[in-house]
């Protein structure tokens, strides 16, 4: 066997044949460095995200609402009214809610908010809803937890879209 390989190594051009013996041998083992890196990386992510789902169980749907309801924003400095912000909530989540997402009817739902006021009344009203990877759901085998506005969004967007979110959010103040 060991002259099967000598004889390989030589016709693979190869003309000093230890050389390329510990040229494999040294690949080998940055092969496997780089494989039980990746290894270990996964699975400290996964532990994350378990640590991180046991989080978020603690931390209720009623406890979102809650901070939601404490949005400070200044009456005076509304450009809608509570019934724009609730239509233009309900228009947002009808945009993403099944499947399939309206980016464009998202984009024009959020053009409408001229102020951090307006957005920030927007963001209360659309509340925090059960989010299940394609829009509402009520069954406890596809619901992945709870999301506000911004988990929403962030969730049926992709990178471009997203930015382009988080650009008129940054316009008016309001952390995305």
């Known amino acids: 066997m060991i002259m099967k390989i000598d004889s390989l190594l030589k016709s693979a051009a190869f003309k000093n044949v230890a050389k390329a013996k510990v040229i494999g041998i040294a690949g080998g083992v940055v092969l496997v460095t780089i494989v039980t890196a990746v290894i270990i990386h996964r699975s400290k ?30 009456r005076s400095n509304l450009t ?29 739902s959020l053009d409408q908010c001229n102020t951090k006021d307006d957005l920030l009344l927007v963001i209360q009203k659309f509340g925090t809803k ?14 992945t937890g709870y999301k506000n506005l911004n988990g929403w969004l962030r ?16 316009e008016l103040g309001v952390p995305f």
């Open 45 to 74: 992510k996964k532990r994350e995200l378990r640590q991180e789902e046991k989080d978020a169980k603690k931390y209720t749907p009623l406890d979102m609402n809650k901070e939601l309801s404490e949005v400070g924003y200044t």
């Open 80 to 108: 809608i009214t509570e019934g724009d912000a609730i239509l233009i909530a309900n228009n947002l989540l009808s945009a993403m809610d099944k499947w399939g997402t309206d980016e464009d009817a998202i984009f024009a």
């Open 130 to 143: 059960g989010y299940s990877g394609t829009g509402l759901s009520n069954s406890w085998l596809t619901r």
């Open 155 to 170: 969730a049926e967007l992709n990178a471009k879209e997203t930015a382009r979110v988080k650009s008129k959010f940054d």
